[in-house]
């Protein structure tokens, strides 16, 4: 079964502002992933982080997880056009397979 | 290293024929991974493959549906008799020994 609810499933800001989405979880994970999808294109891995952290950097983005609460967040700040796509969280399981969940769509208006 | 290369990008079959794809995961990758995607949807697995060997197809449909990773050559999903609900991105991935999944562009699959 999917796991990984994003939330919001859609966000609109104008560009500049911060980006947050939140994926929840329901099982125990090795580590979560977020993906950028651009529209009809593959998917690009954007970060990982791993059961064990609680905070990652990278760039402009930023990612935290919270197991006790089977929760992440994505934070990109101070956001471009370019980072209009739909962003996946993913959890790797026990199984090592990744489970994904059905995506926040963020649109950067200039 | 080209990355995991996915063919054909597009393909339209006719219901009832038979659709093939194929993923070359990158060098040195021995795991493979294939996802359906619908419009407006997140990835679904469908089956995990390690060389020759089926690892978990418990997203596989029952009928209709196959995969393959043999020895040499690239991984296949095949999806026989196909229908207008067939009609998906297929995705495939690879991954090494270690963390590190990386995606091909995609098959996108239309049945008329």
């Known amino acids: 079964s999917q796991q990984g609810e994003e939330d919001p499933q859609a966000l609109s800001i104008q560009e500049g502002e911060n980006a947050t989405m939140n994926c929840s979880y329901k099982?125990?994970?090795?580590?979560l992933q977020w993906y950028r999808q651009n529209s009809g294109r593959g998917l690009v891995h954007l970060i990982l982080?791993?059961?064990?952290?609680r905070e990652k950097h990278s760039g402009r983005l930023r990612v935290t997880l919270d197991t006790s609460k089977k929760s992440s967040s994505l934070l990109i700040t101070a956001s471009r056009a370019a980072d209009t796509a739909s962003y996946f969280c993913?959890?790797?399981?026990?199984?090592?397979?990744?489970?994904f969940g059905q995506g926040t769509r963020l649109t950067i208006n200039p | 290293n080209a990355g995991v290369m996915q063919n054909p990008r597009h393909l339209v079959r006719r219901r009832g024929q038979e659709a093939r794809l194929r993923c070359s995961p990158m060098?040195?990758?021995?795991?493979v991974y294939w996802y359906r995607q619908l419009p407006e949807e997140g990835l679904k697995f469908m089956v995990y493959?390690?060389?020759?060997?089926?690892?978990?197809e418990s997203g596989m449909p029952k009928e209709r549906f196959s995969a393959e990773f043999p020895k040499e050559g690239p991984s296949i999903l095949r999806i026989q008799q196909v229908v207008r609900g067939d009609s998906a991105a297929y995705f495939c991935?690879?991954?090494?020994?270690?963390?590190?999944?990386?995606f091909g562009s995609g098959t996108r699959l239309t049945v008329v």
């Open positions: 991935a690879s991954r090494g020994d270690n963390y590190g999944y990386t």
């Open positions: 099982t125990s994970i090795n580590n």
């Open positions: 982080i791993r059961s064990n952290e």
């Open positions: 993913a959890t790797e399981q026990g199984a090592q397979k990744l489970v």
């Open positions: 060098k040195g990758h021995s795991h």
């Open positions: 493959l390690q060389k020759e060997n089926i690892i978990d």
